[in-house]
């Protein structure tokens, strides 16, 4: 008898700490951002010395890329002029964009504020802040998996677009005139008011050097 009611005990207090892990902050930040929840808030200073916050966009599209200069994924956009193509199509239609580089000290792709504004004059990039993420807190926050990988944030504050840039997962230039522009096609449905047919893909790229 003493034994069945223990057994008892012992799948009431399991039934209870199950609960309690999967309604836990731990178990809701394992859980992937997706298109039409609410983009988490952080601010930060560029490299340039200019604050961003993300609280006093409201109003405003905003892209968030994550950036490596030495991952040849990365590479394949600039080099390609495929990723200064999209920030001036962003700066005409009035979106910010920010450029996150969520490298550790350390680790592949970790700059200075210096060399982060030298290598984006180097690459034509016009990115409106540059936010060095050293310790991996606004990456981690959003779920950046590689380098590239995009956001684009509604005037409302909600995730409108979490994933890959195009759909052609290689290092190819040639690549990209042939790729579908998820991206692309993202931020200009946004910006005409229209429905954004692909909100979710997976990134593809360098993993970021946490």
Known sequence: MASRFHRFILYVVCFFVWGVLAISPIAVAAQELSAGMKAPIFSAESANK???????????????????????????????????????????????????????????????????????????????????DEDGSIGRMYKAKTTPHMFLIGSDGTLLYNGAIDSIHSIDQEDVARAETYFYHAMKAAKEGGKIEISQTKPYGCSVKY
Not at 64 to 85: A, D, I
Request: hydrophobic residues 35%; positive net charge; glycine residues 8%.
């Open 50 to 132: 200019k604050q961003f916050d993300l609280a006093k966009q409201a109003g405003k599209l905003v892209v968030l890329e994550w950036s490596n200069h030495l991952c040849p994924f990365v590479q394949k956009h600039y080099k390609s002029g495929n990723m200064q193509k999209l920030q001036q199509f962003a700066h005409r239609n009035g979106l910010v964009w920010v450029t996150i580089l969520s490298s550790a000290p350390g680790k592949q792709g970790h700059v200075t504020p210096g060399e982060a504004l030298r290598i984006a004059k180097e690459n034509s990039a016009s990115p409106d802040y540059i936010i060095r």
